[in-house]
């Protein structure tokens, strides 16, 4: 079971990992690019060497980029390792997906070859997973495609844990070789597009070689290519498609001229596309399919002129980044909820939770001339009080300045009910629920039962709440849940309620084990802190769990 700490460090790696792979989106040129994949693999992998190794057209493999030792820069960059020697290593080892980790164990006999490397000796690892100077890993990098063509391979050292990585490491490593190539590739194209708009700016007698160069790397470039007019009635009409672009979005190109891109994108990203349209333009947004899906893209925005004084046209790369967004979603997903469970974690519940707090600590009560018009059914300039909220204009947004908000802040300033007693009011309840009994069950029948009950006992939890309310496991077997719209007597019900859903027996591998459940029921409050807000939660749990009779909270 993982440690409560363990999606804090995922979350900031891929924090760093979408910082990084923005990078190599942003550099300017081959060599820029190249140094780039180097630098982040430091800055955002956690190793502290990495080697950038280019195929070159004749096959064998250049060092183009190192990252970590100035030294080492200096003495292996640009010299060059056979093709044959290249692919040796990369059937050697271990196979992690499409990387390659060869452990010293194997290793000691590449030592000689005329690959370009640097390394050190080292004592034996003192535990199985503890890296080795020796060790090597490398994550070959490869063109878009079915063909997998060797565009080149990235070689780490060094994690800085000491440590080979696990499933999260290869899994990130793997990803940003993926994007790496991506971007070498775009680098590429770039200087390739780049050349065929200068010649098609200085020779004017070789115009028609430089529209067929023009014509080839639109094309048959491996990502999708547009033109569109620009300017005019018809402004942003597609004038000519490749067929990458025909196939990603499944249309062929004698339809793709009726269109603009305005026709196919996505309504939410309309206004981003309109900011886009314009020299130097870039954006990730969704177009549509023929079949009424979307895809998702980057796009990135030229100005070329058809010739010195003619008309200028709009010059778009689509390059289809669905896999990358799903990858991104899945990565998210894994950071903030319980890998066992599939609840939000603990950091997901407190972001939730202090999405709802701000630094208010109470509503200002009515004056006695409000409280009098009141009575007779008028507001004191427009507004009135809410139970459960701070005295509000009309739909329940506090517009009063708040500490840390503007002078408009649309924040719904939430309290909690008065004591125990149902007086009508609502507030946000964060029921604490402890299970009892769950420690025996695991030091009896072992983790993996253990684990079952916490997988159905959250499934119960998840079943016996609304619709947009959140059910999170805290870390072991406590779990959080955040109900809006509750007074005192309905967060006591519901509480009831998922206890009775959590006593009933559970079967697993054959055998019927039960937990009972202790719940506090606390109340989020602006002013209070989420940490102030959990603590007293927790603490009616503890008072509720010592006031209840042992037979109540027996199990197994």
Same mark, same amino acid.
């Given at each position: 079971?993982?440690?409560?700490?363990?999606?804090?460090?995922?979350?900031?790696?891929?924090?760093?990992?979408?910082?990084?792979?923005?990078?190599?989106?942003?550099?300017?040129?081959?060599?820029?690019?190249?140094?780039?994949?180097?630098?982040?693999?430091?800055?955002?992998?956690?190793?502290?060497?990495?080697?950038?190794?280019?195929?070159?057209?004749?096959?064998?493999?250049?060092?183009?980029?190192?990252?970590?030792?100035?030294?080492?820069?200096?003495?292996?960059?640009?010299?060059?390792?056979?093709?044959?020697?290249?692919?040796?290593?990369?059937?050697?080892?271990?196979?992690?997906?499409?990387?390659?980790?060869?452990?010293?164990?194997?290793?000691?006999?590449?030592?000689?070859?005329?690959?370009?490397?640097?390394?050190?000796?080292?004592?034996?690892?003192?535990?199985?997973?503890?890296?080795?100077?020796?060790?090597?890993?490398?994550?070959?990098?490869?063109?878009?495609?079915?063909?997998?063509?060797?565009?080149?391979?990235?070689?780490?050292?060094?994690?800085?844990?000491?440590?080979?990585?696990?499933?999260?490491?290869?899994?990130?490593?793997?990803?940003?070789?993926?994007?790496?190539?991506?971007?070498?590739?775009?680098?590429?194209?770039?200087?390739?597009?780049?050349?065929?708009?200068?010649?098609?700016?200085?020779?004017?007698?070789?115009?028609?070689?430089?529209?067929?160069?023009?014509?080839?790397?639109?094309?048959?470039?491996?990502?999708?290519?547009?033109?569109?007019?620009?300017?005019?009635?018809?402004?942003?009409?597609?004038?000519?498609?490749?067929?990458?672009?025909?196939?990603?979005?499944?249309?062929?190109?004698?339809?793709?001229?009726?269109?603009?891109?305005?026709?196919?994108?996505?309504?939410?990203?309309?206004?981003?596309?309109?900011?886009?349209?314009?020299?130097?333009?870039?954006?990730?947004?969704?177009?549509?399919?023929?079949?009424?899906?979307?895809?998702?893209?980057?796009?990135? *925005?030229?100005?070329? +002129?058809?010739?010195?004084?003619?008309? @200028?046209? /709009?010059? &778009?790369? =689509?390059? %289809?980044?669905?896999?990358?967004?799903?990858?991104?979603?899945?990565?998210?997903?894994?950071?903030?909820?319980?890998?066992?469970?599939?609840?939000?974690?603990?950091?997901?519940?407190?972001?939730?939770?202090?999405?709802?707090?701000?630094?208010?600590?109470?509503?200002?009560?009515?004056?006695?001339?409000?409280?009098?018009?009141?009575?007779?059914?008028?507001?004191?300039?427009?507004?009135?009080?809410?139970?459960?909220?701070?005295?509000?204009?009309?739909?329940?947004?506090?517009?009063?300045?708040?500490?840390?908000?503007?002078?408009?802040?649309?924040?719904?300033?939430?309290?909690?009910?008065?004591?125990?007693?149902?007086?009508?009011?609502?507030?946000?309840?964060?029921?604490?629920?402890?299970?009892?009994?769950?420690?025996?069950?695991?030091?009896?029948?072992?983790? *993996?039962?253990?684990? +079952?009950?916490?997988?159905?006992?959250? @499934?119960? /939890?998840? &079943?016996? =709440?609304? %619709?947009?309310?959140?059910?999170?496991?805290?870390?072991?077997?406590?779990?959080?849940?955040?109900?809006?719209?509750?007074?005192?007597?309905?967060?006591?019900?519901?509480?009831?309620?998922?206890?009775?859903?959590?006593?009933?027996?559970?079967?697993?591998?054959?055998?019927?084990?039960?937990?009972?459940?202790?719940?506090?029921?606390?109340?989020?409050?602006?002013?209070?802190?989420?940490?102030?807000?959990?603590?007293?939660?927790?603490?009616?749990?503890?008072?509720?769990?010592?006031?209840?009779?042992?037979?109540?909270?027996?199990?197994?």
């Amino acid at each position: 079971m993982e440690t409560e700490s363990e999606p804090y460090v995922r979350l900031a790696t891929l924090r760093q990992l979408h910082q990084v792979v923005t990078d190599l989106n942003t550099a300017r040129s081959l060599a820029d690019t190249l140094q780039t994949v180097a630098d982040g693999v430091i800055a955002g992998l956690g190793y502290e060497l990495a080697c950038v190794n280019l195929v070159r057209p004749d096959g064998d493999l250049v060092v183009a980029a190192f990252a970590g030792n100035a030294a080492a820069e200096a003495l292996i960059t640009g010299r060059v390792g056979s093709r044959a020697s290249w692919e040796r290593r990369l059937t050697m080892g271990e196979g992690w997906g499409d990387l390659r980790f060869i452990p010293h164990t194997e290793g000691w006999v590449l030592l000689e070859d005329d690959v370009p490397q640097w390394y050190t000796e080292g004592p034996e690892p003192r535990f199985e997973d503890e890296w080795h100077p020796q060790d090597r890993l490398y994550a070959p990098m490869y063109a878009s495609g079915g063909g997998r063509e060797l565009l080149g391979v990235i070689s780490v050292d060094k994690p800085r844990n000491g440590r080979r990585p696990g499933a999260w490491g290869r899994e990130a490593l793997q990803m940003y070789a993926s994007q790496s190539a991506i971007a070498i590739s775009n680098a590429r194209l770039r200087a390739n597009m780049q050349r065929a708009l200068v010649r098609l700016e200085r020779e004017q007698q070789a115009l028609r070689a430089s529209e067929e160069s023009f014509r080839q790397a639109f094309e048959y470039a491996p990502s999708g290519m547009a033109i569109a007019e620009m300017g005019g009635d018809q402004h942003g009409r597609l004038l000519r498609t490749n067929d990458a672009l025909c196939r990603l979005l499944g249309r062929p190109a004698a339809v793709m001229r009726r269109y603009s891109f305005a026709d196919l994108v996505h309504p939410e990203d309309i206004g981003l596309l309109l900011r886009t349209s314009a020299e130097g333009g870039r954006a990730e947004l969704r177009l549509g399919r023929r079949d009424g899906s979307y895809v998702w893209v980057s796009l990135r *925005n030229s100005v070329v +002129a058809d010739t010195a004084d003619g008309p @200028r046209f /709009l010059l &778009t790369h =689509v390059e %289809d980044i669905e896999e990358r967004k799903r990858h991104e979603l899945q990565l998210a997903h894994r950071a903030s909820h319980d890998s066992l469970t599939g609840l939000p974690n603990s950091a997901e519940l407190r972001a939730r939770l202090s999405a709802r707090l701000c630094q208010r600590p109470y509503a200002v009560g009515p004056s006695a001339v409000e409280a009098l018009d009141a009575a007779y059914g008028e507001a004191h300039d427009g507004r009135a009080e809410t139970p459960g909220h701070a005295v509000c204009a009309p739909g329940g947004f506090d517009f009063d300045p708040v500490p840390g908000g503007g002078p408009f802040d649309h924040h719904v300033h939430m309290t909690a009910p008065e004591g125990d007693v149902d007086d009508g009011s609502k507030g946000l309840a964060v029921l604490f629920c402890d299970l009892d009994g769950f420690k025996s069950i695991n030091d009896r029948f072992g983790h *993996n039962t253990g684990d +079952a009950v916490l997988i159905e006992v959250a @499934r119960r /939890l998840t &079943t016996g =709440v609304r %619709d947009g309310d959140t059910v999170a496991r805290l870390g072991g077997d406590e779990f959080v849940v955040l109900a809006d719209g509750l007074g005192a007597a309905d967060a006591a019900d519901l509480a009831v309620r998922l206890r009775n859903a959590i006593i009933p027996p559970i079967r697993v591998d054959g055998r019927a084990v039960r937990v009972g459940a202790s719940f506090g029921i606390g109340w989020a409050s602006c002013g209070m802190s989420v940490e102030e807000v959990l603590r007293s939660a927790d603490q009616r749990m503890y008072i509720e769990k010592r006031s209840r009779a042992k037979v109540h909270r027996r199990a197994g």
